[in-house]
T-cell receptor, first 115, second 110 residues
C-alpha cells in the first residue's frame, strides 16, 4: 500500500531556532494535512492544504507556523522560532478527495524536541 | 461534528473478538462514523467507516444501531499487534479535518 513518508523521524532543536518538517504525501493525493500530538495528549489538527493554499487552520497554527508545497512531491511545515511547548510528534496526512469513502493516510511522524 | 463517548480502556484475550463501543447520540443524518487506531507512537491508521448499514472489511466490522446513536467496532480475532488506542470519530462525508478524542486503549493479552 502507498505510504506517506516523513523526515526526519526525530528532530532536536534549540528554543528560538527555525525547523522544517518534511513530508512526501501519496503521489496522486490532493489534500494535505498536519496534525500534532503532545506527549500523553490528543492528536490535534493544525492545518489543511489544497490547491496550493491553506483551506483550514486551527488556533494552534499561529504566525510562527507556515506550510508549503515547494514542488510536486514535498509538503513542509515550518516553525519559525520554536518554543518549548512546540515539542510534540508531528504527523503529516494526505487524501485523494474530500468525499465519502476517502480515508486519511498518516505518516509515521516526526518527533520534535525543543530544548 | 457530533461528540462521541468511548470507554477509556478495554482488555481482550488474543484470538478472541474485541468489541469496542462508541456512543454518538447527537449524530445527525449526514454524519458518518469513522474508526481509526493509533499503535504506540505511530500515525493514526484508518480502520473502517459507515453511515447506516453495517460494514466489514479485511480489518474489522462496524455495527451501527438502527437509531445510529451508537456503534461497535469488532476485531474478530484480536492479536497482540491490535494493541492500540482506537478512536471513534463522527463527521460529515466531506469534512476537511478529523477531531480526535481520547479513544479507547485496547490491550490484547496472551
Amino acid at each position: 500500500e502507498p505510504e506517506v513518508t516523513q523526515t526526519p523521524s526525530h528532530q532536536v532543536t534549540q528554543m528560538g531556532q527555525e525547523v522544517i518538517l518534511r513530508c512526501v504525501p501519496i503521489s496522486n493525493h490532493l489534500y494535505f494535512y498536519w496534525y500534532r500530538q503532545i506527549l500523553g495528549q490528543k492528536v490535534e489538527f493544525l492545518v489543511s492544504f489544497y490547491n496550493n493554499e491553506i483551506s483550514e487552520k486551527s488556533e494552534i497554527f499561529d504566525d510562527q507556523f507556515s506550510v508549503e508545497r515547494p514542488d510536486g512531491s514535498n509538503f513542509t511545515l515550518k516553525i519559525r522560532s520554536t518554543k518549548l511547548e512546540d515539542s510534540a510528534m508531528y504527523f503529516c496526512a494526505s487524501t485523494l478527495r474530500l468525499v465519502t469513502n476517502e480515508k486519511l493516510f498518516f505518516g509515521s511522524g516526526t518527533q520534535l524536541s525543543v530544548l | 461534528d457530533a461528540k462521541t463517548t468511548q470507554p477509556t480502556s478495554m482488555d481482550c484475550a488474543e484470538g478472541r473478538a474485541a468489541n469496542l463501543p462508541c456512543n454518538h447520540s447527537t449524530i445527525s443524518g449526514n454524519e458518518y462514523v469513522y474508526w481509526y487506531r493509533q499503535i504506540h507512537s505511530q500515525g493514526p491508521q484508518y480502520i473502517i467507516h459507515g453511515l447506516k448499514n453495517n460494514e466489514t472489511n479485511e480489518m474489522a466490522s462496524l455495527i451501527i444501531t438502527e437509531d445510529r446513536k451508537s456503534s461497535t467496532l469488532i476485531l474478530p480475532h484480536a492479536t497482540l499487534r491490535d494493541t492500540a488506542v482506537y478512536y471513534c470519530i463522527v463527521l460529515t462525508g466531506t469534512a476537511s479535518k478529523l477531531t480526535f478524542g481520547t479513544g479507547t486503549r485496547l490491550q490484547v493479552t496472551l
